[in-house]
């Protein structure tokens, strides 16, 4: 388990060298193929800093991460971006929707992508500067890791963009939902009902039909599906089909 917040007694354990940074298998292959190109830039620069001095982390770490949070943000978006509508144009060509001028991809999750890798960036950069400086004034003989610090950044890009890119899957997955079935068909929540199913999942079974619209996302990678009560397409859909 990574420890999320770091602490002085972080300073004093041995450490071992378990990091990694590949995404989990559980991702599926479009959603890992994100994940990889995002990951490569933090080893790229945990590459860097873990062949610096304390001192040397103090004096430079601003610049390093300024750098790395721009190239983060913009390869995180632009990655996602192109996940999410390869996933939305093989769902719209399995409904024999046109392309373009009827379902948009959902970019409602962007933005919070940003505000998590922001979030991680400024944590990153604020931990690894009161480590080394506690190392200059207090265990400069002692054994100086950031694994740690870049343990919790590989979970934290893991979440933020591998949790909001399966989001934004779905989100637009429902955008063609709505289209095929209309704003105001009523959908029903349907979960495995097996052991793994949580009790969240369960009591959102039992709930009433409702819009898709006001339905909760499930959790990533969760295996709840949403089915429309009546199997009546949408008078715009059932134009096309004509």
């Known amino acids: 388990m990574v420890k ?5 007694d972080e300073y004093y354990e041995d450490e ?15 959603e890992r193929l994100v994940l990889i190109a995002v990951l490569m830039l933090l080893e ?8 610096m001095t304390p001192q040397d982390i103090v004096d430079e770490i601003d ?11 913009t390869t995180a978006e632009a990655k ?5 509508w390869d996933s939305l144009l093989k769902e719209l060509i399995e409904w024999n929707i046109p392309i373009m001028g009827y379902v948009e991809q959902d970019t ?15 944590q990153l950069r604020d931990e690894l500067k009161v480590k080394a400086q506690f190392f200059n004034d207090n265990m400069s003989k002692g054994d100086f890791s950031i694994i740690p610090n870049f343990k919790r950044a590989v979970q934290k890009i893991i979440d933020g963009v591998g949790n909001n890119l ?12 709505k289209f095929v079935y209309g704003d105001d068909a009523l959908f029903k929540w349907y979960h495995m009902n097996d052991e793994k199913v949580c009790d969240w999942c ?26 429309p009560v009546e199997n009546i397409y949408s008078a715009d859909y059932y134009a096309l089909l004509m």
């Not at 996602?80 to 999410?84: M, N, P």
């Not at 409602?108 to 400024?122: A, C, D, E, H, Q």
């Not at 009591?203 to 599906?225: K, S, V, Y």
Request: aromatic share 8%.
């Open 4 to 8: 999320q917040l770091q602490t002085i």
């Open 16 to 30: 071992d060298d378990d990091l990694t940074f590949a995404p989990p298998s559980y991702f599926e292959s479009d």
């Open 44 to 51: 790229q620069r945990y590459r860097l800093l873990s062949s």
């Open 63 to 73: 610049e390093i991460m300024d750098s790395f949070q721009s190239e983060l943000l």
């Open 80 to 84: 996602v971006d192109s996940a999410v």
């Open 108 to 122: 409602s999750m962007y933005p919070i992508m940003v505000m998590s890798l922001t979030g991680l960036v400024n």
């Open 166 to 177: 399966i989001y934004a899957k779905e989100k637009s997955h429902r955008r063609v939902l």
């Open 202 to 227: 369960i009591a959102q079974g039992r709930e009433p039909p409702r819009r898709i619209d006001d339905w909760e996302l499930d959790h990533p990678h969760g295996r709840c599906i949403l089915e």
